[in-house]
């Protein structure tokens, strides 16, 4: 009668384990829906026209974007076509670009085709060309590490990567690679 139980103690396992097995061979699921929730925007806008003001009341930046999709979680917004206008009294300057990741901090990164144009009439600089700027907008700062190119009335500047203070507009090009003046 041993013999009995040990077979049937053995088809039985052999049983469990064959109605069992496709359940343990499964991968394993994440959690969709934490995942899916921080992937997915809280908040989309489209044909977007926002003025930030400071604490003071003093127009800070407008953006104008086709779509804005912001991510409250992570801490950004994300711009699609974006229009930053940044203002500082008289020196006031345009960005553009084909995206946009706005963070919490005021830090804005500016990718695709991106210019810079000042607003400030009879400026030495009219417009700043890149692939990708990075604008500190409390600082009014803005920096790049890709090819850039500076035009002005008389003046187009090439080089490779930038650092700009907005504020005193002195710009300064970390690897200097062509400058053509034109005589007017």
Known sequence: MTVNRVILLIIFALTMYWIWSPYFAQPKKRSATEEESIATPDYV??????????????????????????????????????????????????????????????????????????????????????DHIQVDITQRAMRSDLPVEIVGPHLNIKGQGLNADLNTEIIELINHTRTIYYDQ
Do not use: C
């Open 45 to 130: 806008a489209t044909d977007l026209k926002q003025t930030k003001y400071s604490e003071a009341g003093i127009r800070n930046y407008l953006v104008e974007a086709n779509k804005m999709e912001l991510y409250q979680q992570l801490g950004f917004s994300h711009f699609t076509s974006p229009t930053f206008t940044l203002f500082n009294g008289p020196q006031n300057w345009q960005l553009s670009a084909n995206e946009a990741t706005l963070y919490e901090n005021n830090m804005l990164i500016l990718e695709g085709d991106v210019k810079a144009l000042n607003l400030t009439e009879g400026a030495m600089i009219s417009q700043i060309s890149a």
